[in-house]
């Protein structure tokens, strides 16, 4: 057939073997890349992130292993949340745990606390359900041992106003079983099932009237005279201003911790395993020691920063001031929620962090509200903002079976007083800032071992520096 000026002969019929298939008649793709060399990336590794927290924290050189937050004297209160256990439907409060309430502060008579804890009743709450109202004899103390509620004031302008969002672990108010003649301040209402337990003023006074240590220890703290503090809860320094004449000046020092908290450096670790023949034979292009070790490196670096978060010792997430624990208003992270959280940490915050799936939340909540966050550019990637402050995603802040999570907002530095990270000064054979590889032997298979180390801590050098919204509803899987 002619097309054109170009002849196009169609196969014959012979080019058909007894198979019915055509002969090759070219060098086959499978024979060429014999002869071909092969560009090779370097190993990849679907576990490594961006470890925004680990590049944004300043570092601190730390000698000796050990740093020590030395700070002003503080007076602690009973504002800490009681534990509880569970038999199927039946709550009971932990009977230590009632230590934090201020009134039984540093009581220690165990029997007598569990028969303080036995006197709790259990009682259920539904959406909307008043649990204590304005006005009303104030004559129980109240624990939340699971649920969300309001507590609920009169603003400037005699309208209604959320002072306060309670959550489990929660408690109020101790005064009610001291006074007589009180009367609530406020109402308490559930926003969501609630399960409280409750001790009424006769019966607390029935057992005080048993127990002869726990009658002295309630008399002391009626009596004592309370300590000068400021609005931090710290020490008070007394100053004069805006006198005339010779008016006689305070004296005053400043008072600090006798047991101030000190942070160890924790370490991860791993013996990376290397066969003598691999390292020698099978080291070009790239030196397989040298990918082995990269890759360990960036595992190591990984758990460092989960450490860092999640620990119980030391993690972020559990260091923490209960004060700085604020719940979400309604579930999901909404822009008033984020302003809540920078009404903690107002004074220089630097940065959220946040799980990817909370970032998305948070953006379907301002899209439902109208508003959009801003945007920040960090070293040329581009990230979500709220109020100027950028929001880091981390996936190191967990998702709970119930589908929520926290996020965290800080202030970093140690002239700011706030979040630093914690690392060794030096490390014998150091690769990378806290992070050492240490030859170690070759075994009698030729197996070559290396010690890999990464030494860290993290430390909150005053309480307002992290805040942490907790109970953060993600939505739906998928």
């Not at 932990?94 to 039984?104: D, N, V, Y």
């Not at 790239?286 to 010792?313: K, S």
């Amino acid at each position: 057939m002619v097309v054109g000026s170009v002849t196009l002969t169609e196969p014959a019929s012979s080019d058909v073997d007894a198979s019915g298939q055509r002969p090759q008649l070219s060098l086959g793709t499978a024979a060429a890349r014999n002869l071909a060399t092969t560009t090779k990336s370097e190993p990849q590794m679907q576990g490594k992130t961006s470890r925004w927290l680990l590049k944004m924290l300043p570092w601190v050189q730390v000698g000796g292993g050990t740093y020590r937050v030395n700070r002003r004297l503080s007076y602690a209160v009973g504002d800490g949340r009681v534990t509880f256990t569970t038999t199927g439907s039946e709550v009971r409060v932990i009977p230590q745990e009632l230590c934090e309430l201020a009134l039984l502060r540093s009581y220690d008579d165990v029997e007598v606390l569990s028969a303080l804890a036995d006197r709790f009743v259990q009682q259920e709450f539904q959406p909307g359900d008043v649990i204590v109202e304005r006005g009303r004899p104030a004559d129980q103390v109240c624990l939340i041992a699971h649920g969300k509620v309001n507590k609920i004031g009169v603003g400037e302008y005699g309208d209604e106003s959320v002072l306060e969002t309670l959550v489990d672990g929660d408690h109020f108010t101790y005064r009610a079983v001291l006074e007589s003649d009180d009367f609530w301040e406020f109402t308490v209402k559930a926003i969501t099932p609630c399960t409280l337990l409750t001790l009424s003023q006769d019966s607390f006074e029935e057992l005080v009237g048993q127990a002869e240590s726990l009658r002295r220890h309630i008399e002391h703290f009626r009596n004592s005279p309370e300590q000068p503090k400021d609005e931090y809860g710290e020490a008070a320094i007394e100053l004069a201003a805006g006198h005339e004449g010779e008016a006689e000046l305070p004296g005053t020092y400043v008072d600090y911790e006798t047991t101030p908290r000190e942070y160890e450096l924790s370490v991860a670790q791993t013996v990376l395993r290397v066969h003598s023949r691999v390292a020698d034979l099978y080291n070009h292009p790239m030196d397989q020691t040298e990918q082995q070790l990269r890759l360990t490196v960036e595992a190591l670096r990984e758990r460092q920063e989960h450490e860092m978060i999640n620990n119980r010792d030391f993690g972020l997430l559990h260091n923490a001031d209960l004060g700085m624990r604020i719940p979400t208003r309604s579930g999901p992270p909404t822009p008033g929620d984020f302003d809540e959280l920078l009404s903690l940490v107002w004074k220089e915050p630097a940065f959220f962090l946040a799980h990817p799936r909370s970032i998305a939340a948070f953006g379907r909540e301002c899209t439902k509200a109208g508003v959009y966050p801003d945007s920040v550019d960090f070293g040329g990637h581009r990230l979500p903002a709220w109020r100027g402050v950028p929001i880091f995603p981390c996936n190191k802040l967990g998702i709970s079976d119930t589908r929520t999570s926290s996020i965290m907002l800080m202030r970093t530095g140690e002239a700011s007083q706030g979040v630093i990270g914690l690392q060794p000064t030096t490390l014998p054979d150091e690769l990378e800032p806290g992070l050492s590889v240490r030859f170690m032997n070759i075994s009698e298979k030729a197996i070559i071992n290396y010690l890999v180390s990464a030494y860290y801590s993290a430390a909150v050098l005053v309480p307002d520096a992290l805040g942490i919204l907790e109970g953060v509803e993600i939505g739906r899987e998928g």
